[in-house]
């Protein structure tokens, strides 16, 4: 998958259980990352999983879902990896826009994109 902005606005749910392979990585990265989130933060996870490019909206108060542009037609198929990544900067009070990238078990963090808008689809869940 290439860069997802042409796709259409969702807001998927964050994880409900704290039971993703992904997610304890994640926040204990994001936990270690510089307080300016200059740098690209990245995280090794397992191999596999969906390559992907996004864009992710986390709104402060909001902890039932982040927004972002996908290209996917069934958004259960959402990357899991992605979506452990956003959850884990909402659980790390990490607000704004961050792009996500994911390929072959890599990810890459980067804090609020310069320029970037936050997305106006903030109801409903995936």
């Known amino acids: 998958m290439g860069e997802n902005v042409s796709g259409r606005a969702v807001c998927v749910t964050f994880l409900k259980t704290r039971r993703s392979p992904f997610l304890a990585p994640c926040e204990k990265a994001i936990r270690s990352w510089n307080r300016g ?18 864009t992710v909206t986390i709104q402060e108060g909001d902890s039932g879902s982040f927004c972002t542009r996908w290209k996917g037609g069934d958004p259960t198929r959402f990357p899991a990896r992605i ?10 009070g990490c607000y704004g826009l961050y792009k996500i990238i994911h390929k072959n078990g890599f990810l890459e963090i980067r804090g609020a994109v310069p320029g970037a808008k936050a997305d106006p689809a903030r109801r409903g869940g995936v």
């Open 37 to 54: 989130r200059i740098q690209p933060l990245f995280v090794k996870l397992r191999k596999g999983g969906y390559a992907a490019r996004v």
């Open 83 to 92: 979506k452990a990544a956003a959850t884990a900067l909402f659980n790390c």
